[in-house]
């Protein structure tokens, strides 16, 4: 039996009315992640050290198309980063702003395509895209800058779901053509989007339109999403896998059905909001709440394969959305994480919506209070998210939300301590590896990050030494220790030959490193006289850095040394093009003028 319609008991509103609701609503509420700057939680990666965002030319284009980024592969999300590098350089306000307008259009197409569902009315779609534009859930996906994958795959995707179901009503098949587009985009967003094949025939079988016909039309967007799936397996990185301790199979159902409830509680209770929700102590027994979860799950599972329709397709549109997203495999080192919800929750609150519906025709005594509940409800919501948003301003103030709720957590102090090494803060940054060490004493970035900050900001190489060293014994492949182990025995230890050793092992790991190229043929061209192997380092670091006039000024003294004029003066030139501060003596010296 199909659901009653909203009654005359609630407000109507215009179709309009509801898109200039949901536009001033986000606009509103996230106007505060525009002002929010970078943190050190992923942006790092994405954005401030991409080489791949770093044009827009054909061979930038062909290397995203390339890339994997943290364990990920996504070229169109990089290109979106990239097309905001272009405008913005490294100014956060624009990629903030590219987030907001993508949720933004997210919320008005939930709207479009909630309104098309079947018995439902303008006020239940417009109750659930308000819901999905104000829940604070959705902030981790919106006012984080490396989560643009979030918002940029429902921005293909939802439209994608709206195609299928104009499709479902009047057969035409151009408009499939379209939704299997939008869908290649989705996954080349972001490798959730192999989902939707799935969506699309539970949202066939709740029109009550799964024929085989409508089933076998979705078989291209079968065989990308499973060509997708391959392609992220082979992507994920061992860094991407477990929490460095080892995940039985009850754990692992355990953590799974913790995931579906914990996020059920969050929509009603959104509270205890963070950036990072850790695994509890593997080596210990789970607490209770972990083992009873299945349990608790099977039970609710059951009560909603007896209720109506209308339960049953919400409350599966959220099981299914997450079904890839809760930790039945364990990846990464966070048991639950908010910017899963994202698509998820339409189902849910479109549910909501349905009951409030039902109540109102029935005409039950809780209908004078149900009004009242659902604004409360909002309200909840919007002053949850205006509460959030401000947390994602810098790292300092994200991983010292995390510490509140997480007081015993490492990478959360060593994040921190990351950033108060990045602002000059040399003591605090000091006060949080320590007790990062103390929490995980065989964690190999600890000591290096550590190090980095006796040698750089603290002014101790005695203590960087010995932090260098023991980052090496527990993980010794590490270019950038090596590299800056070297920089230490070359510049404060003076020692010439230990640097050399250093920056072969650099070279030896990665063969790319400019630094150690460059730093190398320094030490060649200052301490050895060794003008030919000097030479041969500034010209790697040349072509593996075009661009940058330091390379080119160091590669002009060795030509100067080597009494080679006319390549002298072609590179001191290059140097000074390219914004090298070229000292006047030499300039002058090789007949150049200003």
Not at 36 to 58: C, E, H, K, M, R
Request: proline share 4%.
């Amino acid at each position: 039996m199909s659901q009653p319609l909203l009654s005359s008991s609630l407000p109507v509103f215009s179709t309009t009315f509801w898109r200039i609701v949901l536009a001033v609503a986000v606009l509103l509420l996230y106007s505060m992640a525009l002002f929010n700057g970078f943190t050190n939680w992923d942006d790092t990666d994405y954005v401030l050290q991409n080489p791949y965002i770093g044009g827009l030319s054909a061979t930038h284009l062909q290397a995203m198309f390339k890339a994997v980024v943290s364990s990920n592969y996504h070229p169109l999300t990089l290109l979106s980063l990239a097309i905001d590098n272009a405008i913005w350089k490294q100014n956060p306000f624009g990629y903030h702003l590219t987030n907001v307008l993508l949720h933004l259009a997210n919320t008005l197409f939930v709207f479009e395509i909630v309104r098309r569902w079947r018995d439902t009315s303008l006020q239940v779609a417009g109750f659930a895209a308000l819901c999905f534009a104000i829940h604070p859930l959705h902030v981790e996906s919106v006012a984080w800058i490396s989560e643009r994958k979030d918002v940029l795959y429902a921005f293909f995707m939802l439209p994608a779901l709206w195609c299928y179901g104009h499709y479902l009503k009047k057969q035409q098949g151009y408009i499939l053509i379209v939704a299997f587009l939008l869908f290649v985009l989705s996954v080349l967003s972001k490798p959730s989007g192999v989902i939707l094949p799935v969506l699309l025939c539970w949202l066939a079988c709740y029109e009550d339109k799964l024929t085989w016909r409508n089933f076998l039309v979705t078989f291209p967007f079968w065989v990308v999403a499973v060509a997708m799936g391959i392609i992220t397996l082979k992507t994920q990185s061992t860094t991407a896998l477990g929490d460095m301790q080892e995940v039985n199979l009850w754990q692992r159902l355990c953590f799974g059905a913790y995931g579906y409830l914990y996020y059920a509680f969050k929509l009603f209770f959104p509270f205890h909001l963070a950036a990072y929700h850790p695994y509890p102590d593997l080596s210990k027994p789970l607490e209770w709440y972990y083992w009873l979860s299945p349990v608790v799950l099977a039970v609710l599972l059951g009560a909603v394969q007896l209720s109506g329709r209308s339960t049953r397709f919400g409350w599966w549109w959220y099981g299914i959305n997450l079904a890839l997203m809760v930790q039945w495999v364990a990846v990464g080192s966070a048991v639950v994480a908010e910017r899963y919800t994202y698509i998820a929750y339409i189902g849910v609150f479109w549910w909501l919506g349905q009951q409030a519906t039902y109540i109102i025709a029935q005409k039950s005594a809780f209908k004078k209070w149900l009004l009242p509940l659902m604004l409360l409800l909002l309200l909840l919501y919007a002053v949850q998210t205006w509460r959030y948003i401000p947390l994602w301003s810098n790292s300092e103030v994200l991983w010292t939300n995390v510490l509140h709720y997480y007081p015993d957590n490492m990478l959360a102090y060593h994040n921190r301590g990351l950033y108060y090494s990045s602002v000059q803060e040399g003591e605090k940054a000091l006060a949080d590896y320590n007790r990062a060490i103390a929490i995980q004493p065989y964690y190999a970035p600890n000591y290096f990050n550590r190090a980095k900050n006796y040698h750089l900001i603290l002014n101790n190489p005695s203590a960087a030494l010995t932090d260098y060293e023991k980052s090496l014994s527990l993980q010794n492949r590490q270019p950038e220790v090596w590299y800056h182990l070297g920089n230490l025995y070359a510049y404060h230890f003076k020692n010439t030959e230990k640097a050399l050793a250093c920056y072969e092992q650099v070279l030896s790991i990665d063969p790319q490193h400019v630094g150690a190229w460059n730093n190398r043929g320094t030490l060649y061209l200052q301490d050895k006289k060794d003008y030919k192997r000097a030479l041969a380092d500034f010209n790697k670091a040349i072509a593996l850095a075009p661009n940058d006039g330091t390379y080119y000024y160091n590669r002009f003294i060795c030509y100067y040394m080597l009494g080679n004029t006319a390549a002298a003066r072609e590179n001191i030139v290059a140097a000074k093009r390219l914004g090298y501060a070229v000292p006047a003596q030499y300039w002058n010296e090789m007949g150049l003028s200003n």
